[in-house]
C-alpha cells in the first residue's frame, strides 16, 4: 500500500478540475480530460456538501451495524486484505447538465461536465454484510459519511440509502483506490461506495457507517435533496438510474473546420445500470438553413451513425467517432443521441424537474464551416 497521506500532487497531471464554488469545494470536469476513456483523478469533476473531512486509514473504521445479527466495526488495515474487485464506472452527478434546463432549477449550475469515468477498486459490500448477517426484515441499508452540516434548517451528516438487492449486488463497492491509486481526499479517501450504474449521490464518500433498517429510509438526501420533483414520465422519487447519455468531445465548441475536408466527430456516451449503449447518431444542420426547423418527419433521415468503440467494461462510457466532411460553409450545429439497449434514447430537450435532475438532452456542438 502506499503510506498515508498521499504525497501532494497525487494523481497530478496535466489538469486541473474548474472550479465551481471554492466552499465547500465543486469543480467539474475540464472538456479536454472528458475525451480520454478514463478520467483521470486531478481533472475529476467534485461533488461536496459539505467539507472535506479529515481522517487517515489508521484512525478510520466502518460500522456495521442496524437491523443485523453481528454488528462489528472494521478497519482500513483489515478491509484491504478482503477480496476486492476492480470496475471502470462513469460518476454522474444527477444534477449534471442543470444549466440546460428552462426555467433554470435551483443547485449549483453544472454544463454537462459534473462527469467522469474512472477505474475503481474496492470490496463488494455484500461480503461484509455476509458477515454482520442482515435481519431478514431489513429493507435498505443507510450509508453514511464522515461529512456533515446544516439543510434545511436541521442538521445532517451526509447519508443516502439504498435498497437491499442494490446494496448486496457484486459490484456494489467499498472501494479504496480510483486509477490504481488510493482514493484522493476529495474523492472520499480512504473509503467510498461505488455504485455503479446509479447517480453518483448514491456513492457515499468518507464512508463510516453502513447500517440495515426496516423501514425505507427519510433523510433530508433522500427524501427533499436528490429527488424528481413534477418530473414528466418519471415517478417522483429518489434519483437512481443514471438516464442514457452523450457528449461531443471534439470538435470544440465555436471551432473553425473546413469545408470538403474529414473532421472527426468524437465523443462519450452512457446509460445507467450496466446497459450497454447500442448506437450513437449524430447530425450537422447549417444554422442558415433554418437550423432545427427541420426537425420533422424528414429530420430522422438526417441522423448518421456513429462508430462504437468497444468500453472498458460493463459501466465504463464508449467512445464514438464520426466522419463527417462538410460540403458548404456556414455556422453549424452538431448533434449527437445515445440510445441504449433498452430503446432508451436521448431527448430532443432538456427535460425539466423541479430540481434539475436527469437532464439528459441531445448533445449539441456549434461550429463554423470555412
Ligand atoms: N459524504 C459525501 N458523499 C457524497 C457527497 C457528499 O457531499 N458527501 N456528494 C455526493 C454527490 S451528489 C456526488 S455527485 C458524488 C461526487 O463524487 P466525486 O466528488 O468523487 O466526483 O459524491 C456523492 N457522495
Ligand atoms: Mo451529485
Not at 435498505?140 to 437491499?164: C, K, M, N, Q, Y
Not at 438526501?221 to 418530473?231: C, D, G, H, L
Not at 473553425?256 to 446509460?271: D, I, P
Request: proline share 11%.
Amino acid at each position: 500500500m502506499t503510506a498515508w497521506p498521499i504525497p501532494p500532487g497525487h494523481g497530478a497531471t496535466a489538469w486541473a478540475p474548474e472550479t465551481v464554488t471554492a466552499d465547500p469545494y465543486n469543480a467539474q470536469t475540464p472538456s479536454a480530460a472528458l475525451a480520454e476513456p478514463v478520467t483521470p483523478v486531478g481533472a475529476f469533476f467534485v461533488r461536496d456538501h459539505f467539507g472535506i473531512p479529515q481522517t487517515t486509514p489508521r484512525r478510520w473504521r466502518l460500522r456495521l451495524g442496524g437491523a443485523v445479527a453481528a454488528p462489528f466495526d472494521i478497519g482500513y488495515d483489515e478491509l484491504i486484505t478482503m477480496e476486492h474487485r476492480e470496475l471502470d464506472a462513469v460518476m454522474e452527478c444527477a444534477g449534471n447538465g442543470r444549466s440546460l434546463m428552462t426555467p433554470r432549477p435551483p443547485g449549483l449550475p453544472w454544463s454537462q461536465r459534473a462527469v467522469g469515468c474512472a477505474q475503481f477498486a474496492g470490496v463488494p459490500f455484500r461480503s461484509l454484510a455476509a458477515r454482520a448477517r442482515i435481519e431478514p426484515t431489513a429493507v435498505e441499508i443507510v450509508f453514511t459519511g464522515a461529512d456533515s452540516g446544516t439543510v434545511h434548517g436541521r442538521r445532517t451528516p451526509f447519508e443516502r440509502s439504498l435498497p437491499l438487492a442494490v446494496a448486496l449486488h457484486p459490484d456494489t463497492l467499498l472501494a479504496t483506490h480510483m486509477n490504481g491509486e488510493p482514493l484522493a481526499p476529495e474523492h472520499g479517501a480512504p473509503v467510498r461506495l461505488v455504485v455503479p450504474g446509479r447517480y453518483a449521490v448514491a456513492a457515499v464518500k468518507w464512508l463510516i457507517e453502513a447500517r440495515a433498517v426496516t423501514n425505507p429510509f427519510t433523510g433530508v438526501f433522500q427524501t427533499e435533496e436528490y429527488v424528481y420533483v413534477a418530473s414528466r414520465g418519471t415517478p417522483e422519487g429518489p434519483v437512481t438510474t443514471v438516464r442514457v447519455k452523450s457528449l461531443i468531445t471534439a470538435p470544440e465548441p465555436d471551432t473553425a473546420v473546413r469545408r470538403g475536408h474529414e473532421t472527426v466527430v468524437r465523443g462519450q456516451a452512457w446509460s445507467g445500470d450496466g446497459v450497454p449503449v447500442r448506437r450513437v447518431e449524430v447530425r450537422a444542420t447549417c444554422e442558415d438553413d433554418g437550423g432545427d426547423e427541420d426537425e420533422g418527419a424528414n429530420g430522422e433521415q438526417d441522423w448518421r451513425a456513429a462508430v462504437l468503440e468497444p468500453p472498458a467494461g460493463p459501466y465504463a462510457w464508449t467512445g464514438w467517432s464520426y466522419r463527417w466532411t462538410p460540403q458548404r460553409p456556414g455556422p453549424y450545429r452538431l448533434l449527437a443521441r445515445a440510445t441504449d439497449e433498452h430503446g432508451d434514447t436521448q431527448p430532443s430537450w432538456a427535460p425539466w424537474n423541479a430540481h434539475g435532475y436527469g437532464c439528459n438532452p441531445v448533445a449539441s456542438v456549434e461550429v463554423v464551416v470555412v
